[in-house]
């Protein structure tokens, strides 16, 4: 066998062998998206069967064992606040984001930038509190809100989860505005700019995946919060989506499945793509974020 045949059976091995990993990888990516998407499927299956469907245990629950159905889903919008409960959220959601950056983007620069012996100690100081327990700060601040008049109103939600998102938001934003270099910072102060100028003009736009991942974390975790939903607003037309959908779907032991599942997917859906449309400023956000000085 000469040199040159000798070369092009390695060659071809490394060709098989080449192939076959891509293959096994695909086909693992494959499954661990199935199996990723599967509740989400599940729940998407579910809002539009039938009640014959899907009481029936002998039926396979990811496929339509009777023909679909769009009663639930249109009882969702017909019979419950819905669109209410979804608009509340998002004035809710909105207020606390900017609310979370107007805070939290000061003090993150503050505490990063500044050089203040006190940085380190008020930067784990603000983090610590995010680890309290909300079961623990319901009782203190459900006194702020009685004091403030705002007992049984979606405001009481703009003033009480910037206390969960702040904290984070300037853990973040520090790790994030410790990784831009001073020196262009230092340049634009040497071209005129004051230090709020520099800040806006040269620190904000290098900052844009810190802020989305901000804004994101932020928005997700009000549109998701249960506990002091539940403790501070009872009336149904101040709920937010995630009390307002159990408390009106979840009757004692009757459960609306169809209806709970089509608006969990009615939720997420536009909250998955906006994140999947900013998910690489999200990542580069957070993975910055958690870079050490």
Not at 50 to 72: A, G, K, M
């Amino acid at each position: 066998m000469t040199t040159a045949e000798e070369a092009g059976r390695l060659r071809q091995r490394y060709a098989r062998r080449h192939v076959l990993a891509r293959v096994g990888l695909y086909l693992t990516a494959i499954v661990a998206a199935l199996i990723c998407a599967a509740p989400f499927l599940w729940s998407l299956i579910t809002a539009f069967k039938q009640n014959r469907d899907l009481y029936n245990p002998q039926n396979n629950p990811f496929v339509f064992n009777r023909p679909p159905t769009s009663d639930h889903v249109g009882y969702l919008f017909t019979d419950t606040e819905f669109l209410t409960f979804v608009a509340n959220t998002l004035l809710v959601g909105v207020l606390v984001v900017l609310i979370t950056l107007a805070l939290g983007l000061p003090a993150a620069y503050a505490l990063a930038r500044l050089d203040r012996p006190w940085s380190g100690p008020m930067a784990i100081g603000i983090f610590l509190v995010y680890l309290v327990p909300p079961s623990l700060l319901f009782l203190a601040l459900s006194r702020i809100v009685v004091a403030v008049g705002l007992q049984d109103s979606t405001w009481s939600l703009v003033l009480i989860y910037p206390t969960i998102t702040i904290p984070v938001s300037v853990w973040l934003l520090m790790g994030f505005l410790k990784n831009i270099p001073k020196d262009i910072e230092e340049q634009a102060m040497v071209d005129g700019y004051s230090r709020v100028g520099a800040f806006v003009r040269a620190v904000l736009p290098l900052a844009y995946p810190g802020i989305i991942a901000v804004v994101v974390f932020a928005f997700t975790l009000t549109a998701s919060e249960f506990i002091y939903a539940l403790a501070f607003v009872a009336p149904t037309d101040q709920m937010s989506v995630s009390i307002g959908v159990p408390t009106q779907l979840v009757r004692g032991d009757v459960f609306f499945w169809q209806s709970l599942q089509g608006a969990t997917v009615l939720v997420a859906v536009p909250i998955a793509l906006v994140f999947t449309w900013f998910l690489d400023r999200f990542v580069a956000g957070f993975t910055m974020g958690a870079v050490k000085e």
